[in-house]
């Protein structure tokens, strides 16, 4: 149970997510700056507190007031947050956590927690602990019944999503895609091949010098017809979004002499038909040698021969493609 | 490209999700008020404007200076954004749009764009097009040529994840859970048998009065220890994390008397093994029928048959599996 009184009182409010609900009376509406009180204090417990991804207007006003109330503010680069905390006019205290000093940091901050402390955790750009080291110190607050509080703000594929146009009800977030041909190549297969029975999108992040070879590695699995979607420099001066076919974004990208900005990749993930373009089977070789080995009790090597005659291609080739599998793992 | 001379200068910028940077001193750091000057114009476009989802300071600096510059501000529900507007003293124009006039506003709202008006959507909460109807005018404005801007913002999916303690590098949000038993045992039969090679975590909403029914059902399907985290009131006076395993927090939701608010249901979905704790096999039984069929000519009675024996259930069980599984539709 949180007792943070600067909270709107529950009492005022419906469902969960419906809007905010306050009893001010129009003509006595508030200034942003009224909600900046100083004088009431911030619930003891961690802040897992969003920032800016470019553009430094991109900060709530709570973001603000925590980072301003909290008796420190752990950093996954002290020196980028002291941009912003300078920006704003923020002085709290910062310390410095990362993939090398996580651990010991957080046993640190977890024992002024639980004396009643009140921290802010902060990335170096969006929400703490997606895709970045902030979640260790999340679970371990947890495990410590610290009460921790999330304090939503900008995420940079939430954004790139929204004004995509690919569709948002259901979608997929898988962090940066592997960086080597053969693994990127087995993740976008196996997302492909994926049973859904509705439209989704998938989410991934990539650098400006891998996206070229991405794009080419979609073509030869999802098709060059392929609907994508690439956000690059989001929310900052040059914000561009770059929609069409994995063929037609590639060939555009390659004509550029450079590409700067990490980006935002997404893929429309349609239910899949029967077959794809090309009348290559969707499940995937590794689930058909896995499913007659169990069903019909035949070896590896007999279900390979059999699965790599029903396909119409070679026992060497389904043998890599077998190798390379994730489920193969299962 | 993008003409918005508020954003800060991208000659200033490194990498897309680098920290904010700024070359301000320190010492002259800016009040928050000063970002929010009004003597300069906003660039022409949509503007996809996040707003809170339960705590009326979860709101970007952005975002309120977006809502006070725009010509019209369209509404999932005019009334709703009303108190969010006459909270931050906000006198723009607004306009609704839902689920029944959508396409007709859209085409309106898309004539007053391409004549290089400036029109923010919101939806009653969050981010909008995520799980409501504002998808359809975003994806009309790129249709037409307009420029879609997200200006981010909290969300609920985003804010429970990451103070969930669960796997936060990647993620799928999927929405409301079906309402009917069949079609919620379906879904999450479908997401415990997903090949995975990381961990990850499944979101959903669920309302107040069906989440018992939605805990029974993960216990049927994933198992009474499967670990789940619910978290209800977000960003609220009374947001409360639950976290536990299937069988714990429907011990813990069946005793309350009441249940409020709408709850964001979070599913730990980890690396699948070879097969469940019950022994059941992970690929769908769908699957295996499919492969039967194609790999060995089998027809589909046949191929049941044979899956329904490898599986020791009865031919009829293994029909109604198979008659309701989604991936039968392929």
Redesign the interface.
């Known amino acids: ?2 007792d ?1 009184p ?5 009492a005022l ?1 419906g ?8 009893d ?3 003509g006595e ?5 009224a ?2 009180s100083h004088d009431r204090p911030l619930a003891p417990g961690l802040y ?1 507190v969003a ?12 973001a ?2 925590v980072l301003r109330s909290v008796d420190r503010i752990a950093c996954e ?1 002290t020196r ?5 905390l ?5 002085r709290t205290p910062t310390v410095s956590y990362h993939a090398h000093n996580e651990n010991s940091r957080a046993s640190e901050l977890i024992e002024a927690l639980k004396a009643g402390g009140r921290i802010a955790v902060v990335s ?8 970045d080291p ?2 260790t110190i ?2 371990e607050a ?2 410590a019944g610290v009460t ?9 594929a ?6 995509s ?1 690919l ?9 940066f895609l592997p960086s080597r041909e053969g693994q990127r190549r087995t993740t976008l297969e ?1 997302l492909r091949t ?4 509705v439209p ?1 999108t998938d989410i991934f ?1 990539e ?2 010098h891998r996206i070229a070879d991405a794009l080419a590695d979609i073509v030869a699995t999802f098709g060059p017809q392929q609907r994508i979607v690439l956000a ?10 770059l ?1 069409g076919t994995a063929a037609e974004l590639l060939a555009t990208l390659t004509a550029r002499p450079s590409i ?4 935002v990749l997404l893929i429309e993930n349609s ?4 077959t794809s373009s090309e009348g290559v ?4 070789l590794a ?2 040698v ?3 080995m ?3 009790s035949l070896s590896e090597k007999d279900a390979l021969k ?2 790599a005659k ?1 396909r119409g291609i070679g026992k060497s080739e389904a043998y890599r493609e077998f190798q390379r599998s ?2 193969r ?2």
Do not use: C
């Open positions: 149970m949180i943070d600067t909270n709107t009182p529950a409010k469902t969960g997510f419906s809007p905010p609900v306050d001010q009376p129009e509406a508030l200034a942003p700056e909600l900046q897992l920032t800016p991804i470019g553009n430094l207007e991109d900060i709530t006003l709570r603000l007031r680069d980028q947050t002291a941009k912003l300078g920006h704003f006019g923020i170096d750009a969006g929400m703490p602990g997606i895709a902030g979640a999340a679970a947890i495990a921790v509080f999330p304090i939503p703000g900008a995420n940079a939430l954004s790139a999503l929204i004004a146009g569709p948002a009800e259901r979608f997929s977030f898988h962090g196996s994926e049973t859904r029975d989704t992040y650098t400006p690059r420099e989001l929310t900052k001066l040059h914000e561009e979004f929609r700067r900005g990490e980006i239910p899949t038909p029967a089977p969707t499940s995937t689930d058909e896995t499913t007659l169990r069903v019909e059999r699965v029903a994730p489920s793992r299962r």
